[in-house]
């Protein structure tokens, strides 16, 4: 359009936009990667009980507590019937109470099943419930 039109633009020369430089990107330094973890030791970490016992500590504990662990039921022949019904055989629970302590073992990686005075008698127990299958 004419001049002074309100539509008129004058007409554009081309623009000419300095050459850009290309940046190398960054490169991360190379660092050596560590190997795979060593294997756990079984003789160090197996499923056999292990106890920490602090230095200070002269006197045995007040009391030893018995843990049912959730990985009992990884043998699908322990079923949370069988769990509880060797729990009434072996520590006399009470069948309800068995069975709560071995759902809840089941749901929450453990389950306190009874604290012990002396040691003896703990390991006398843990032993025979281990003889049934179950970790404890």
């Not at 292990?50 to 009391?63: A, F, K, L, Q, S």
């Not at 069948?95 to 002396?118: G, M």
Request: one cysteine or more; a positive charge.
């Amino acid at each position: 359009g004419p001049r002074g039109s309100p539509l008129w633009c004058a007409p554009r020369r081309p623009t000419r936009l300095p050459r850009r430089a290309v940046a190398p990107s960054p490169v991360k330094p190379r660092t050596d990667a560590p190997g795979l973890p060593d294997p756990l030791d079984d003789a160090r970490y197996g499923e056999a009980v292990r106890w920490h016992i602090d230095t200070d500590m002269v006197e045995e504990p007040p009391e030893w507590n018995l843990l049912l662990l959730d990985k009992t039921y990884e043998t699908p022949d322990n079923t949370l019937a069988y769990v509880a019904s060797c729990l009434v055989a072996v520590l006399g629970l009470a069948r309800l109470t068995a069975e709560r302590k071995a759902e809840h073992a089941q749901q929450h990686f453990f389950a306190l099943l009874q604290a012990f005075p002396d040691r003896e008698a703990a390991f006398e127990k843990a032993r025979r419930l281990r003889d049934r299958k179950l970790l404890v």
